[in-house]
């Protein structure tokens, strides 16, 4: 069920797009330590290759998981109150997925710490964005979306629909430029693969000298 906006949207009352630059500006930060470290299991050990397979999987679940939302917000994100879809189990599935891709980014490093403060450190940064918006989302909806936050939490998604959900039926629509849009996104997760593995091979090389180990 897709409700119609009471007002018009004032172009300064969102600024996702300058949030999540944010996010992906201030990420590097957070990462470079991990250019002077190396995984404490080394490349090829069954617990090591268990990793980073669990990564490559949590990168894949937050590519689909992101193209699967964009499916149903399409376009009408901050027009339409969208409640359907992914956004019947959590109301920021776009940033939950992420969050779950950054975390498989750690894990294909071949650290769980690593993967754990990726994923603390996008919790935070998306907690205070999906917040704001929560704050805008009330004043131009009203009742319809305070309805919608006590039955959906804000960002872990709950497990099953209530019977008495006041939430409407799924439709899917199809927004051809957001799709394309959240599938270049999700390249980038596919690029930090293989930045962890370019890494691997300058340390193998000897051109990049690891300080410390990361477990």
Known sequence: MQKKSPMPLSATVFQ??????????????VL????????????GSPFRE??????????LICIGGRCWASLYVGGRKNRELV?????????????????????????????LILSAVLFVFTCLVFTYVATREATALDA?????????RRS??????????DDDDVL???????????????????SYFLAAILAVELLGWFQSAGLVTPIFRLF
């Open 152 to 161: 959906v939490p804000a960002f872990f998604p709950r497990l099953r629909r």
């Open 140 to 148: 131009i909806f009203g009742e319809a979306y305070r309805r919608y």
């Open 32 to 43: 470079a330590p991990a250019l002077l470290a190396e995984s404490a299991w080394p490349q």
């Open 16 to 29: 996702q797009g300058r949030r999540i630059r944010f996010l992906w500006l201030a990420a590097p930060v």
């Open 83 to 111: 409640t359907t879809g992914p956004y019947a189990y959590t109301r920021n599935p776009l940033y939950f997925f992420s969050a779950l891709g950054l975390a498989g980014v750690g894990l294909t490093f071949g650290s």
């Open 168 to 186: 409407g039926p799924s439709p899917v629509t199809f927004d051809a430029v957001a799709l394309k849009r959240t599938a270049i996104d999700g």
């Open 50 to 59: 268990m990793l980073e397979f669990a990564g490559t999987v949590l990168i």
